[in-house]
């Protein structure tokens, strides 16, 4: 859902809305443009928004705060860092005391899922709030490849959040080789989207096709919408077996959900 209501006013927050300017909301996010002011030094524009554990709001030089909610937001959250191994770069997650992983390094690194394998019929599903400067490149990826590629020969199918240093944020999915050396072609052409700090990504084996969706909600109780942004056949460049994760050090990343089932 998509409208525009008159910002006149808004004095929540500590922060002054340029009341010439529209606000606009999406899926329950509200950017408005804003002026400086004392709480908010930086004039430009102001994102409202749910994550899992609360609302928060991100002014336009990429800073989050919480005003509201609870930790955790009544979910259970049961990543464990020990079923992971990591098999490139040099960067490292965290296991958190709240059950995810979060990922704030300085350099970047993939991590392989070493609990269920991915197949036909089986669905990679991973929830997880993000943080990323928007003027900066980053990535992060979810995703599926084949335990027995190697060297330079056919991988994995990559699933993206991605930043252009453009203030936006882009889905993009990319066939990449074994040893990461390049990439093999796009299955979606990165496009601006709407896309939550708070979301879920899906790769669905349906036992012809491969499908990358995205739904806005970051909630894992959340059953949809899921929006199918690409297909693929399954078994054309590689037959995928297991998932993993990879993220980059221009990105901060919390892994609330990483399940294949």
């Given at each position: 859902?998509?409208?525009?209501?008159?910002?006149?006013?808004?004095?929540?927050?500590?922060?002054v809305?340029?009341a010439?300017a529209?606000?606009?909301?999406?899926?329950?996010?509200?950017?408005?443009?804003?002026?400086?002011?004392a709480?908010n030094?930086?004039?430009?524009?102001?994102?409202l928004?749910?994550?899992?554990?609360?609302l928060?709001?991100?002014?336009?030089?990429?800073?989050?705060?919480?005003?509201?909610?609870?930790s955790?937001?009544?979910?259970?959250?049961?990543?464990?860092?020990?079923?992971?191994?990591?098999t490139?770069?040099?960067?490292?997650?965290?296991?958190?005391?709240?059950?995810s992983i979060?990922?704030?390094?300085?350099?970047?690194?993939?991590?392989r899922?070493?609990?269920?394998?991915?197949?036909?019929?089986?669905?990679?599903?991973?929830?997880?709030?993000?943080?990323?400067?928007?003027?900066?490149?980053?990535?992060f990826?979810?995703?599926?490849e084949?335990s027995?590629?190697?060297?330079?020969?056919?991988g994995?199918f990559?699933?993206?959040?991605?930043?252009?240093?453009?203030?936006?944020?882009?889905?993009?999915v990319?066939?990449?080789?074994c040893?990461?050396?390049?990439?093999?072609?796009?299955?979606?052409?990165?496009?601006?989207?709407?896309?939550?700090?708070s979301?879920?990504?899906?790769i669905?084996?349906?036992?012809?096709?491969?499908?990358?969706?995205?739904?806005?909600s970051g909630?894992?109780?959340?059953?949809?919408?899921?929006k199918?942004?690409?297909?693929a056949?399954?078994?054309s460049?590689?037959?995928?077996?297991?998932?993993?994760?990879?993220?980059?050090?221009g990105?901060?990343?919390?892994?609330?959900?990483?399940?294949?089932?």
């Open positions: 859902m998509r409208r525009l209501i008159q910002a006149a006013s808004w004095v929540a927050l500590g922060v809305i340029n010439a529209l606000a606009l909301v999406v899926n329950g996010v509200l950017d408005m443009p804003v002026l400086s002011s709480a030094p930086n004039s430009g524009f102001m994102r928004f749910f994550k899992s554990d609360g928060y709001y991100r002014t336009s030089d990429g800073v989050e705060t919480k005003v509201g909610g609870s955790g937001g009544g979910e259970s959250w049961s990543v464990n860092l020990a079923d992971f191994t990591r490139s770069g040099t960067g490292s997650a965290v296991q958190e005391s709240d059950g979060s990922f704030n390094s300085t350099a970047g690194a993939r991590y899922y070493n609990g269920a394998a991915f197949g036909a019929g089986k669905s990679l599903v991973a929830a997880l709030d993000w943080t990323g400067k928007a003027s900066e490149f980053w990535t990826t979810v995703g599926v084949s027995s590629c190697s060297g330079s020969g056919p994995r990559r699933f993206d959040l991605y930043s252009n240093a453009d203030n936006r944020a882009y889905l993009w990319r066939r990449e080789k040893d990461g050396s390049g990439t093999d072609g796009e299955v979606y052409t990165w496009t601006n989207h709407f896309v939550p700090h979301v879920k990504l899906r669905r084996d349906d036992g012809a096709n491969l499908h990358f969706e995205y739904c806005p909630l894992i109780a959340a059953s949809g919408p899921w199918t942004l690409a297909s056949d399954r078994t460049y590689v037959t995928a077996d297991r998932a993993y994760f990879a993220c980059d050090s990105v901060t990343a919390k892994i609330r959900q990483f399940t294949v089932q």
